[in-house]
């Protein structure tokens, strides 16, 4: 089956620092890729969209500046949190999709998330 | 008015029990529906999802559309309690690429 990678799993960072988070589907090609932010005790947020080798779509509030997306291969995206802040602490989560509608192959599939602390 | 509504909860049921997990949308146009499980600190897995209205049965797992009532439900039989977790129900519009998710209830099956 379809399968995200999603690393690292917990990552601690002193603020002003930048984190990088990596998302790799591993069996397949994704066409779109997604991240998600998630609080406690809260839904999925989508942060943004990503096409490979184009520049994300941020959803509105976004700092895209702060959360900066590249998608440079079928198989990888990343996501860099650029002078990382405590308030930035989350849950990251990735989504990989391969093909144009939910019902070809895999549909979305989720990566296992990173879990960011900002001291 | 949010999107797509889901009571949180939290749902606490003994293991064996039918459970019942809903969400209610606003935006007819949605075309999919999907139900996720969510284990604390991993990401969503997708359980089951359903094209238009109907119903979709896959092992204990019961998923059921109303389009005309825009109401959604998973149903699970027998539960146990590897069961528990939070479930998301999410949907989306025919080629939008976009998932939009119910805030998730989370369940507990006590043994």
């Known amino acids: 089956g379809a399968v995200v990678s999603q690393h690292p799993s917990r990552v601690i960072c002193k603020s002003g620092t930048s984190v990088k988070i990596e998302c790799r589907s591993l069996d397949f090609q994704a066409t779109t890729m997604f991240w998600y932010r998630q609080f406690p005790k809260q839904s999925l947020m989508l942060m943004a969209t990503?096409?490979?080798?184009?520049?994300?779509?941020?959803e509105q509030g976004v700092e895209k500046d702060k959360f900066l997306i590249n998608h440079a291969s079928l198989t990888l995206s990343t996501l860099t949190v650029t002078s990382a802040h405590p308030e930035d602490s989350s849950f990251y989560i990735c989504s990989a999709r391969s093909g144009a509608s939910v019902s070809a192959n895999y549909g979305y599939t989720f990566g296992s998330g990173t879990r960011l602390t900002v001291v | 008015q949010k999107e797509v509504e889901q009571d949180p909860g939290p749902l606490s049921v003994p293991e064996g029990a039918i459970v019942s997990l809903n969400c209610t949308y606003s935006?007819?146009?949605?075309?999919?529906f999907m139900w996720y499980r969510q284990y604390s600190r991993k990401g969503p897995e997708l359980l089951m999802y359903?094209?238009?209205?109907g119903n979709k049965e896959d092992g204990r797992f019961t998923a059921q559309v109303d389009k005309s009532s825009k109401y959604i439900s998973l149903f699970i039989r027998d539960s146990q309690p590897s069961d528990s977790a939070t479930y998301l129900c999410a949907m989306e519009l025919q080629g939008a690429q976009k998932l939009v998710f119910g805030q998730g209830t989370r369940l507990t099956i006590n043994p």
């Open positions: 359903t094209y238009s209205s």
């Open positions: 990503s096409n490979e080798g184009s520049k994300a779509t941020y």
């Open positions: 935006n007819s146009a949605f075309q999919y």
